[in-house]
């Protein structure tokens, strides 16, 4: 502790530097989190742990070509298939363009129960299914455009009719226990979809169906896929944990291009970060000679050296830490539309801490060791 | 008392056949060869020569800074010349006063603090830190400047806060190297007379280098050298 205000002293000495020195941590770690939020956008779904005891039953052509509605009763005639549910794909837009989220028309009957992890209370469930224009949203879309339960909220740019007015009422808001659910989504009844429809009746987007154990489903994903092999709508069942990753794979390479990009640039600024420390440290040998004359130890100016540029190192942690967490909401709204779960994950924080903490250690051990080997003679020259 | 013949007894600072040896440029440079000093318990020793003679060589070894080729350096019982690295380190805190000629002190901290540093290597309180810097401050006169910053100082004010820095710890002997080399003679006189009040009323053992005949004069011994060799010591007064 006695040391601390020479430690400081020493920080302080050139103000503009140290600023300079601070913000560029401040930026690198800002920036970490950034591509961490980015990067964690991508893989959340896949983070989140998707069911492995859920089946996604999908058109083998492609998820956007329908299922037959009729293929439910034969899902569900399979050994080992617990629940059969099914929903499609609505695609409107509030408001505008880009005020996007997604939307579902679900089955009322057994989506509830297909996904426990969406906790919706028992009243507003039943006000929902009471309701035929009822909707249900996730809270961070009811929170990012200020729903609340008994609004009535008007959808445009639906494909399905575009004559018809698609308003809804809000009737509850779902959450999750962790961030990185899907806490976007905006379900609406199926019923209601499919009576208003102009096309694509008798069919649905997708079943999601749940197996008694996840060791049933391997052999019922082959199963549905072959009984409907050589058909007219041929299916491809994988578990939704599958099915996610292969849409990690896709997006995958923009968010592994930001990545290494971003990655770039951070090791970039710290290697002139190290250098700015290296130099502040070169251009106080004398003073760290006259400190071992006077009796201070090789190991303490070491472990002083390494103390100051950890001292700064963290300053600069906390504040772009600070500021990540204040642009945080702005960063949500901005990107919002396009990649889910905006949130940065704890570990990845603590990731970043670490990173940045040891970066600094690098750059000061070697003028530290540098310092710590220093022959007082030489420095002082004289003594 | 002072000899450099080798046969002292009960000296406090010993120095028994000193030699330094320096590579420079693939050469061996003799710097000190075979010398012997004897430097009683509170005497004021000046060094003097021309450039280059081996004096700040000597300083360095007698402050622990350095180590020699051969020969043996001990002092107030303790073998100097065989301490390893941190040993030397903790032996020079206890020990030594550097004096330095441009006062190396550290510019972000403020009289005060410099005067402090070598005690934070001690187990000292706060306020106990706090008691002998003022004493020490208030022994060179600038108990009243304590929250300056060096460049809010003069030369001569800067090394009397160099001076509080290296009593400050009560060490054995004080080693001053050209203490006066870069004030005025007003300042290089009021430094001296400083330096000397130490020794007179407090009696401080001071080894002092210097090329100034003035500065040399406030010694009580004088010794020359010139290659790496003590040629002379002679108690002031016989010397004129």
């Known amino acids: 502790m006695k040391f601390l205000p020479l430690l400081f002293k020493n920080i302080l000495r050139k103000k503009t530097r140290l600023i300079l020195t601070i913000g560029s941590f401040a930026i690198a770690l800002f920036l970490f989190g950034i591509l961490a939020i980015v990067n964690n956008s991508f893989n959340g779904a896949l983070n989140s742990m998707a069911g492995v005891d859920r089946l996604m039953v999908q058109n083998r052509v492609s998820i956007i070509q329908p299922v037959p509605q009729a293929y439910k009763e034969k899902i569900e005639q399979i050994q080992g298939v617990k629940t059969v549910t099914y929903a499609n794909w609505f695609g409107a837009v509030y408001q505008d363009e880009k005020n996007f989220f997604p939307q579902y028309a679900i089955d009322e009957d057994n989506y509830r129960q297909m996904y426990p992890e969406f906790k919706v209370s028992d009243a507003e469930w039943k006000a929902w299914q009471d309701d035929r224009e009822g909707v249900i949203v996730g809270e961070k879309t009811a929170k990012r455009y200020g729903f609340k339960v008994g609004d009535r909220v008007p959808l445009t740019g639906v494909l399905w009719s575009p004559e018809k007015s698609w308003s809804f009422n809000i009737r509850g808001i779902y959450h999750a226990d962790k961030p990185d659910e899907d806490t976007s989504q905006f379900w609406l009844h199926w019923k209601l979809f499919d009576e208003r429809r102009a096309f694509g009746k008798g069919t649905v987007g997708w079943y999601i169906v749940r197996v008694n154990s996840p060791d049933d489903a391997v052999r019922v994903s082959k199963e549905i896929d072959t009984m409907f092999a050589n058909s007219s709508t041929e299916t491809k069942t994988q578990t939704e944990k599958e099915m996610l990753a292969g849409w990690a794979k896709q997006t995958g390479n923009i968010g592994l291009m930001i990545t290494i990009i971003g990655s770039i640039v951070f090791f970039t600024l710290l290697l002139v970060i190290g250098n700015t420390m290296a130099m502040s440290i070169r251009e106080r040998v004398r003073e760290l000679a006259v400190l071992k004359a006077i009796g201070f130890t090789d190991t303490f100016v070491l472990v002083f050296v390494i103390a100051e540029a950890l001292l700064v190192a963290l300053i600069g942690v906390a504040i772009g830490l600070g500021l990540l967490m204040l642009a945080l909401p702005g960063i949500e709204k901005a990107l919002g539309s396009f990649l889910q779960f905006v949130f940065l994950p704890p570990q990845k924080a603590v990731e970043g801490v670490v990173i940045t903490l040891f970066i600094a250690f690098l750059a000061g051990i070697i003028p530290a060791v540098n310092a710590s080997r220093l022959r007082v003679v030489d420095a002082i020259r004289r003594v | 008392m002072v ?238």
């Open chain 2, 3 to 240: 000899r450099v013949d080798g046969n002292g007894t009960d000296s406090l600072i010993k120095v028994r056949n000193l030699d330094k040896i320096y590579k420079r440029g693939g050469e061996d440079v003799n710097v000190l060869q075979g010398l012997n000093l004897d430097v009683a318990k509170g005497e004021f020793v000046a060094f003097m020569g021309p450039s280059g003679s081996g004096k700040t060589t000597l300083l360095n070894l007698l402050g622990g800074l350095d180590l020699p080729t051969s020969g043996s350096i001990t002092v107030a019982g303790d073998e100097v010349s065989r301490m390893s690295g941190s040993k030397l380190t903790t032996w020079r805190a206890r020990h030594v006063g550097f004096v330095f000629q441009m006062y190396n002190l550290i510019p972000v901290l403020t009289a005060f603090q410099n005067v402090e540093l070598p005690l934070l290597l001690t187990g000292l309180s706060k306020s106990q830190r706090k008691q002998h810097v003022e004493t020490a401050l208030a022994l060179v006169g600038l108990d009243h400047r304590s929250n300056h910053y060096p460049r809010q100082l003069s030369g001569g004010q800067e090394q009397r806060v160099g001076i509080a820095r290296a009593i400050v710890a009560d060490p054995t002997f004080l080693l001053c190297d050209e203490p006066t080399g870069d004030l005025d003679r007003k300042s290089a006189d009021e430094i001296l007379t400083l330096i000397e009040q130490l020794n007179r009323e407090h009696g401080k053992t001071i080894l002092m280098v210097t090329h100034d005949p003035l500065a040399a004069d406030r010694a009580h011994s004088l010794l020359h050298m010139d290659k790496g060799v003590l040629v002379e010591a002679a108690r002031v007064g016989e010397v004129r």
